[in-house]
């Protein structure tokens, strides 16, 4: 039977003292670009494809100029966020979606109703309001837990809860020159190297959301000792997105 978190638990997970708060005002950085006219030269061949990133994007999707390069496709989230949950044992009832951006995954994991407690940490204050705007939208936003933290710092605050919880992670990969190389060198991944984000998760099962054409061999090095690294690519219209890494705990 799955154990539901105590609230103190759940007060601990979330307490960060000044950075959460409950809701996050849209600033003048969030925009809901409705015309290609007012969109940046740079982010149009994103905002084309704006149904697919979000279907419900003309119920007033926000995003900073920035989130588009990085939000997870809709149909690429939900099947992240199904094969998360039929992964995971049912004892564990906590995901935390460590670089939470605009609210693609987190979202995703909200509508998949399979955690008790979905929290979503992202380090700059306007996108986490366009992404809790936009789980007002998918009518979940009540159902995440917004942490506006340095998700590095807020893993340390969680340790002793770790065996409930589960982290999903995606990450900057570094700009949208990471693809130009045949194969995505995670050790030189920037701002954060594939051993920062590891080292930071390993106490607890993770699942990496990283470049498609990721070193596999630097992967596997993730693998505990006598434990296996599953890797899934997931594609759109036949083209692979992204790969996610499942990677269990340290012992
Ligand atoms: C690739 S985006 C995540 C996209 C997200 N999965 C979505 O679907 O919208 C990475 C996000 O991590 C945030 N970020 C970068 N460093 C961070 C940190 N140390 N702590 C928390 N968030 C961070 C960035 O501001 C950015 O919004």
């Not at 119920?59 to 199904?82: L, N, R």
């Not at 609210?103 to 979905?118: M, Q």
């Not at 190389?181 to 920037?190: E, Q, R």
Request: charged share 20%; net charge negative; with cysteine.
């Amino acid at each position: 039977m799955t154990r539901q978190p105590a609230d103190h638990e759940i007060g601990a997970l979330s307490s960060s003292q000044d950075a959460e708060s409950k809701t996050f005002p849209l600033t003048d950085e969030c925009h809901h670009y409705q015309l290609r006219e007012d969109v940046p030269w740079d982010i149009q061949k994103y905002w084309e494809q704006r149904y697919s990133i979000f279907s419900m994007y003309d119920e007033g999707i926000y995003m900073t100029d920035d989130a588009w390069f990085g939000v997870t496709p809709e149909p690429v989230a939900v099947q992240v966020a199904k094969d998360l949950a039929e992964s995971t044992p049912t004892s564990k009832t906590v995901v935390i979606d460590i670089f939470a951006g605009a609210g693609g995954n987190a979202i995703a994991f909200a509508l998949s109703d399979r955690w008790s407690t979905v929290i979503a940490v992202e380090k700059n204050p306007s996108v986490i309001a366009c992404a809790q705007h936009n789980a007002e939208i998918y009518g979940v936003s009540d159902r995440i837990t917004w942490i506006n933290d340095d998700c590095f710092s807020y893993l340390k605050k969680i340790k002793p809860y770790s065996s409930e919880t589960v982290i999903f992670a995606s990450p900057p990969w570094g700009g949208v020159n990471y693809s130009l190389d045949d194969v995505f060198n995670l050790k030189t991944m920037l701002p954060y190297s594939i051993k920062d984000i590891h080292s930071a998760c390993k106490t607890m099962d993770s699942a990496l959301y990283l470049p498609r054409t990721s070193d596999l061999k630097q992967i596997a090095r993730l693998a505990p000792e006598g434990k296996k690294v599953e890797v899934v690519q997931y594609c759109m219209q036949g083209a692979s997105k992204a790969l996610v890494a499942y990677i269990p705990a340290a012992a």
